[in-house]
């Protein structure tokens, strides 16, 4: 389909959606990984990754409500330059799903950093996708050594009036048990719902079993539940940002090179989240993508590629 033939943000009915994606991927060849490691935040986890292609290695961080599998699109591409590894995130996917510790941003941070460890790529290039990124963000400015580059694809992190709204009815009684109860009684419908593309003809009951499937059970639910009200809570982002802004009075720079790729258009995260970033970190360097969605790396590859390998790429 065109571009020019493309009503963007569009979705079809969950009834009409096909049970293969219209375009092929390779994530179903990739080599699955089970790693069972020890975490400070987390305790005895199951991990569950993804690896692919040779080279120094990539690091890839998906976002809340996605897994692993949202970078399928990418894998050829970035694989034919390095070894890719592409973990679902506890709480996420085929990985574990501890419900007693804290879902802290700096928790899950961390144990970002723990699992660069543990598979042996400490200080390797990264890319991090909504909520990824925002953490990948945290890391480094957590552990600067943790990454050597970093690309953050539409993230969150600044706070607004909805997250503030979001807590405000969380406190209600019952509605955090409300609101799981609507995203288990239908978890492929959900995620079919609340994942928005450019082109959202993209979209299969593949994608929608591999997104809620993790919904289907309570554990994925409640998990769920600890990434909304705990990794996107509005409170952290405001120590965030106070730090960033403290960096940039100082004169200092972001403590890694720093690429923000943003859509122009995105229902999900505000575009305008690019442009506070760009203003709060001068060393960053922001671009932004036409005809692409807050996963520019499913739906808009061809313009994602070109500025991520060359700043992957620069000395």
Same mark, same amino acid.
């Given at each position: ?213 993790? *919904? %289907?059970? /309570?554990?994925?639910? $409640? &998990? @769920?539940?600890?990434? #909304?009200?705990?990794?996107? !809570? ?10 960033? *802004? %403290?960096? /940039?009075?100082?004169? $200092? &720079? @972001?403590?890694?090179? #720093?690429?923000?790729?943003? !859509? ?52």
């Amino acid at each position: 389909m065109s571009t020019t033939e493309i009503e963007p943000f569009r979705q079809g009915r969950f009834e009409d959606l096909p049970d293969a994606p219209r375009r092929p991927h390779v994530y179903f060849r990739t080599r699955a990984e089970e790693l069972d490691m020890e975490s400070l935040p987390f305790g005895r986890l199951r991990v569950h990754f993804r690896v692919h292609g040779e080279g120094p290695p990539l690091l890839l961080v998906h976002g809340l409500m996605t897994t692993s599998y949202s970078w399928r699109y990418v894998l050829p591409e970035l694989g034919r330059r390095y070894t890719l590894y592409v973990p679902d995130l506890p709480g996420a996917g085929r990985s574990g799903k501890p419900l007693e510790p804290s879902y802290h941003p700096d928790a899950m941070a961390d144990w970002i950093g723990e699992f660069q460890r543990a598979v042996g790529i400490r200080g390797c290039l990264a890319i991090g996708n909504s909520m990824g990124g925002y953490l990948c963000m945290r890391l480094a400015l957590r552990d600067p050594g943790a990454m050597s580059r970093l690309v953050n694809v539409h993230s969150p992190g600044v706070p607004e009036p909805r997250l503030l709204a979001l807590r405000v009815a969380f406190a209600i009684p019952g509605s955090r048990r409300l609101l799981l109860a609507l995203v288990h009684r239908d978890p492929l419908r959900w995620a079919h719902r609340n994942v928005h593309y450019w082109d959202e003809s993209l979209k299969s009951l593949e994608e929608a079993r591999e997104y809620g499937g993790a *919904l %289907a059970d /309570r554990t994925g639910c $409640l &998990a @769920f539940g600890k990434f #909304l009200s705990e990794t996107l !809570a509005a409170g952290p982002m405001k120590t965030f940002h106070r730090e960033l *802004l %403290a960096r /940039r009075r100082d004169g $200092l &720079a @972001f403590p890694i090179p #720093l690429l923000l790729l943003y !859509a122009r258009r995105d229902p999900m995260v505000p575009a305008r989240f690019g442009d506070v970033f760009a203003e709060r970190i001068p060393s960053a360097r922001l671009v932004r993508i036409d005809e692409a969605s807050h996963f520019a790396h499913v739906d808009g590859v061809e313009r994602f590629l070109p500025p991520v390998l060359e700043f992957l790429t620069a000395s």
